[in-house]
């Protein structure tokens, strides 16, 4: 396993820098590496305003966590949200987030996705698969109103040779998705 980004996620910000605690974030996401995201960035002291969730199990634990959820991404009550946040972390997404909306926040988006280095767009373990790779990563990068086009701020590389299903390739990743999310909010303290 290489790193690409060698920012110690754990390490004091230096003098001056906001922290990560202090990001007022909406949050949008679903399945397993959804949850991940979320707990990951609560963990590292952001303040959730709202989540945009899309699966059952997100949705439970976001009420876990007492935050307000929402369907879609282009609800009226998430653009004020927006408008009132630093960040928007995207994780397993199932909407493109219009250009207008990632201008809303401070820092504007940032979306997690597995294997960004190869494989952009839908179904990117699926292909990882079909073209026999070994080399899985978790990516995070700024969004833009292109999809998985915005630059790159961290990104965890993993071996699964020998994996044979998504499921099993996900298995992998899910622990490298929290540990990507948290180096890229140290980048952007920069």
């Known amino acids: ?18 922290e990560t605690s202090d990001y007022k974030v909406v949050y949008t996401g679903g399945r397993q590496a959804g949850c991940i995201g979320l707990l990951a960035a609560s963990a590292a002291g952001c303040r959730i305003q709202g989540a945009i969730v899309y699966e059952n199990n997100l949705k439970a634990l976001a009420a876990t966590l007492h935050l307000p959820t929402f369907s879609s991404i282009k609800q009226l009550e998430v653009e004020r949200l927006l408008s009132n946040s630093d960040l928007l972390i995207s994780v397993h997404s199932r909407e493109i987030v219009p250009k207008k909306l990632l201008e809303l926040p401070r820092l504007g988006g940032i979306n997690v996705h597995p294997c960004l280095y190869r494989y952009k767009g839908a179904n990117p373990i699926g292909r990882l698969l079909q073209d026999g790779c070994t080399q899985a990563s978790v990516g995070v990068h700024r969004m833009t109103e292109h999809l998985d086009k915005g630059e790159v701020l961290a990104e965890e590389f993993v071996d699964v040779a020998g994996k044979q299903t998504a499921e099993e390739v996900y298995n992998v990743l899910y622990p490298f998705y929290a540990l990507a999310l948290l180096k890229a909010l140290r980048v952007l303290e920069a």
Do not use: A, C, F, L
């Not at 690409?4 to 910000?13: A, C, K, R, V, Y």
């Open 1 to 18: 396993m290489r790193s690409s980004n060698q920012i110690n996620p754990t390490s004091p910000p230096k003098e001056g820098r906001k």
